[in-house]
């Protein structure tokens, strides 16, 4: 009510998204979904805005949880969608507990603000990003943090291990992109909640380390 946009301007937003978004983000989730997990976005954004980002990172539309904005013929503001569970106090824990009437599994989900964290207990990872912005509540209480602008990390943190060793030994032309995440894993904070994460992977490492230099000799 107070800013009173116009609808041309989430189309400004959107480019803005876009022309800012972590290099290797098209890369990774493309990798990701590949190999099993359902992507998903969901912002407090603004659908508009946040449609052309998904369609970038190739994300499709079903997989897209945003608020809506009313406008008019003319594209004048006439208010949002108050019924629109993005739009509530702790909208993202309430977006995902009804998505897990419809999709079984483990979730995960990533973030630079607090609204991540409030998802718990309906995410069983809440990992933030202070590739852009770091927040101290963030920092602390995320069970996983990631600090470098990247998402290369996500590939060792969401798939699992019996996965990670089948694309490795199975796909050597996609070795390089898990070299790529383990060498991204220094940016990486892991809480006491996470420790067995931290351990699985310190372990595949140390294998795939072994592996090459016995491959090497």
Do not use: C, W
């Not at 202070?130 to 069970?143: L, P, Y």
């Not at 990631?146 to 996500?154: A, D, G, I, K, V």
């Not at 798939?159 to 991204?184: C, G, M, T, V, W």
């Amino acid at each position: 009510e107070l800013i009173q946009p116009k609808e041309k301007d989430l189309d400004y937003v959107a480019n803005i998204y876009i022309n800012n978004i972590v290099k290797d983000a098209r890369v990774v989730i493309k990798f990701l979904q590949e190999n099993g997990i359902d992507a998903m976005l969901i912002s407090g954004g603004f659908r508009s805005s946040i449609i052309p980002l998904a369609e970038y990172v190739g994300i499709p539309k079903q997989n897209i949880f945003a608020n809506d904005l009313i406008f008019g013929e003319k594209g004048e503001y006439l208010g949002f969608d108050g019924k629109n569970l993005l739009s509530q106090e702790k909208g993202k824990k309430k977006q995902i507990e009804k998505l897990k009437h419809k999709k079984n599994g483990r979730y995960a989900i990533i973030g630079d603000g607090v609204s991540e964290l409030e998802t718990e207990p309906e995410t069983d990872f809440r990992i933030g990003f202070g590739g852009f912005i770091s927040r101290e509540k963030v920092f602390n209480e995320a069970d996983v943090f990631l600090s470098e602008q990247t998402f290369y990390p996500l590939i060792l943190l969401l798939l699992d291990s019996h996965k990670i060793q089948k694309i490795f030994y199975e796909q050597p032309e996609n070795r390089e992109l898990l070299i790529k995440a383990f060498n991204s894993m220094r940016g990486v904070k892991f809480n006491s909640r996470a420790r067995l994460l931290k351990q699985s992977i310190i372990e595949l490492y140390e294998e795939f380390v072994f592996f090459v230099k016995n491959v090497r000799e």
